[in-house]
Nanobody, 123 residues
Framework: EVQVVESGGGLVQPGGSMRLSCTASGYTGDDFTIGWYRQAPGKSREGVSCITISSGSAWYARSVKGRFTISSDSAKNTAYLQMNDLQLEDTAVYYC????????????????WGQGTQVTVSS
């Protein structure tokens, strides 16, 4: 069973920064990957970023590229999402998930989804 524990989130002003953390356990493959998704009110869930722990290879959604940075600590099975220059449209519930890769795409394990953490960008 793959499990994740999320931390971080809260209220921040536009242009501010925030860091989210996600610690995962239970996945044993060499392609172990942790990813972040988000869901804003009235919108469908979208992928934000993910990182393969062994290689450090990362992917970003176009909407966050250049503002968000994902990193990892392999010893802790933890990924960090540093979010800078936050904008109103970044307001959402952010979910962490863990899993592997299939043909280069991140495939989260069905049982790995976290409960989500609220990120609110507001003045």
């Amino acid at each position: 069973e793959v499990q994740v524990v999320e931390s971080g989130g809260g209220l921040v002003q536009p242009g501010g920064s925030m860091r989210l953390s996600c610690t995962a356990s239970g996945y044993t493959g060499d392609d172990f990957t942790i990813g972040w998704y988000r869901q804003a009110p009235g919108k469908s869930r979208e992928g934000v970023s993910c990182i393969t722990i062994s290689s450090g290879s990362a992917w970003y959604a176009r909407s966050v590229k250049g503002r968000f940075t994902i990193s990892s600590d392999s010893a802790k099975n933890t990924a960090y999402l540093q979010m800078n220059d936050l904008q109103l449209e970044d307001t959402a519930v952010y979910y962490c998930a863990a899993g592997g890769l299939y043909r280069g795409q991140f495939i989260p394990s069905d049982d790995s989804w976290g409960q989500g953490t609220q990120v609110t960008v507001s003045s």
